[in-house]
């Protein structure tokens, strides 16, 4: 029983503890409200938000093009407001370099995305920064990228390039003057190309090409877009009401099956089948037991690995190549001097190979002219800052997610004349490359997290596009004129054409 005194002294204390816990939450309150007023002072601009949605209602489906039309009126640091959560928006090479270069060591993680955490194993392209991604990014890049293992590929690389160019004569000759379609054509040899890279022909002589084929595809179209989670962290619940997560779920356990059989069928089957490519997932296996690896190849780690080369390596490269032929369709003239040059290199063989390439020089103009106006992946991939710092005398406070638009960096005025034109001249005697110093031509990204696939793609870009301009001669469909080519995009994290590409293959060098 409470007493009189008793009660007053119960109700007393209660009155100083509720008083001390509103005066604490209160000066939290006004804590909080200075430091917010504080980074708000110094944040990069954003346009007027909507209640709830943010700047969600400012932008199409083309993401990238929207963007760049806001930093024309708000600048190249930018803050959108992407439903609850604030993103930088960063569309000028000089903040680019801020970013990727002068800041890399801030700037080097890579944000939670709710698809992909649930699609991927422990990879390389979305583990956040740290030790573990350091060690991954190593054996990427040096059991499977090096320029040494680049150049290892070559037989592999022309076989299928032989494939292709049969592909299309056999077209030719067989259909008419009916159109080839170029886009699925490119699609299939990169699967392929990948496939026998990292698994071996074997695994495509199994028939399991198509397996990866079709889950290539659907982990892009799941992949291509910001989930409701991701917008509204507060109801992810929203993901699995409309069904995402179940179907991200089932493409995780598509993939881990997949990637299960293959490691397991190589396991059995062992280095010394007689079988005389060693593939990437023979190199990894390898590794398990080499001590100058620095962490555990453990299968999840090595399902991360093979789903990177698969995930990273196909939609990019054969984009790459789509592109390329369209803006030589849509530039007859520029079609003309690169045939020339190629032409006039290979005098007697039908196939280039890639020792011809070195003496190409307009060649590797034209596919760096393609990547900088349709790069495949025209906001890169997204970052996350690990500290709060200035840029531009704006703060960035720890923890912001960020875009880096290299569409709109490869549109720049103060970086290239005439900069909506297809013009490989441009990269004649330029000191511009993919891994330069300067932060105009990003299609790859740059610093730390930089794309480790370059050498890889720009080779068997080069190598394709010179034996297609080489063998054949292309010509639209009949009856349509340039202007009606359509040269529309796509949207999706990967910006593919709208259309497939359909060209005539008109002639054929006598030698085939
Ligand atoms: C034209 C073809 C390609 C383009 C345009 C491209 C573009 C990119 C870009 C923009 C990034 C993000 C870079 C950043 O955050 O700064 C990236 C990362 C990556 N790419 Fe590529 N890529 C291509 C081909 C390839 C190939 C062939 C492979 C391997 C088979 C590959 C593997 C990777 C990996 C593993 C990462 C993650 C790197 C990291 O987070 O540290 N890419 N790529």
Not at 250 to 260: A, Q
Not at 400 to 406: C, E, P, R, W
Not at 415 to 429: D, K, V
Request: hydrophobic share 40%.
């Amino acid at each position: 029983m409470i007493t009189k005194n008793g009660f007053h002294y119960w109700a007393f204390s209660t009155f100083l503890l509720s008083i001390t816990v509103l005066s604490i939450i209160f000066l939290n309150l006004i804590n909080k409200r200075k430091s917010i007023s504080k980074n708000l002072k110094n944040l990069p601009p954003s346009p007027p938000k909507l209640p709830f949605i943010g700047n969600l209602h400012q932008f199409g489906s083309l993401v990238h093009q929207s963007f760049y039309l806001l930093s024309l009126k708000y600048g190249p640091l930018m803050i959108l407001q992407l439903g609850e959560v604030p993103w930088l928006i960063v569309s000028s090479s000089d903040m680019a370099c801020a970013i990727m270069r002068t800041h890399d060591s801030i700037f080097a993680s890579r944000p939670s995305i709710v698809v992909t955490d649930i699609i991927r194993f422990k990879d390389v392209a979305f583990e956040p920064y740290g030790e573990d991604w350091r060690q991954l990014k190593r054996i990427f890049t040096t059991h499977l990228m090096s320029n040494k293992m680049v150049g290892s590929y070559k037989t592999v690389r022309e076989g299928e390039i032989n494939t292709l160019v049969r592909k299309i004569s056999n077209h030719a000759s067989l259909s008419n003057g009916g159109p080839i379609e170029l886009t699925s054509l490119f699609f299939s040899f990169m699967t392929c190309l990948i496939c026998r890279i990292v698994c071996g022909k074997f695994v495509l002589e199994e028939g399991r090409y198509h397996a990866f084929r079709e889950m290539v595809e659907e982990t892009f179209s799941l992949a291509s877009r910001f989930s409701i989670g991701d917008l509204f962290p507060s109801m992810p619940w929203m993901d699995a009401l409309i069904g995402l997560s179940r179907r991200a779920n089932k493409n995780r356990e598509k993939w881990d099956r997949l990637l299960h059989e293959v490691i397991h069928v190589h396991i059995q089957r062992g280095e010394s089948d007689g079988c005389q490519e060693i593939s990437f997932v023979d190199m990894l296996l390898s590794l398990r037991n080499d001590a100058t690896i620095n962490v555990e190849l453990t299968t999840d780690r090595i399902k991360g690995l093979i789903g990177d080369a698969f995930a990273a390596g196909i939609d990019t490269t054969y984009i790459t190549l789509d592109w390329a032929m369209s803006e030589l369709l849509k530039n007859p003239k520029e079609m003309k001097k690169l045939q020339e040059e190629v032409r006039g290199i290979i005098k007697h063989n039908n196939i280039v190979t890639s020792e011809d390439l070195a003496k190409m020089d307009y060649l590797r103009a034209v596919i760096k002219e393609t990547l900088r106006l349709h790069p495949p992946l025209p906001l890169l991939l997204p970052r996350e800052s690990m500290e709060e710092c200035e840029i531009n005398g704006f703060t960035i406070p720890k923890g912001t997610k960020v875009i880096i638009n290299a569409w709109a960096i490869g549109r720049e005025a103060k970086s290239w004349e005439a900069a909506e034109e297809f013009m490989p001249e441009r990269f004649i005697n330029s000191q511009v490359e993919y891994k330069g110093n300067s932060s105009h031509l990003i299609p790859f990204g740059a610093g730390r997290r930089i794309c480790p696939g370059i050498a890889f793609a720009t080779t068997t870009s080069e190598l394709v596009l010179a034996n297609l301009v080489h063998n054949f001669d292309w010509e639209l469909p009949e009856g349509m004129t340039i202007d009606e080519f359509d040269m529309s995009e796509s949207p999706g994290m990967s910006v593919h054409r709208k259309d497939s590409l359909r060209l005539v293959v008109k002639h054929i060098l006598a030698s085939n």
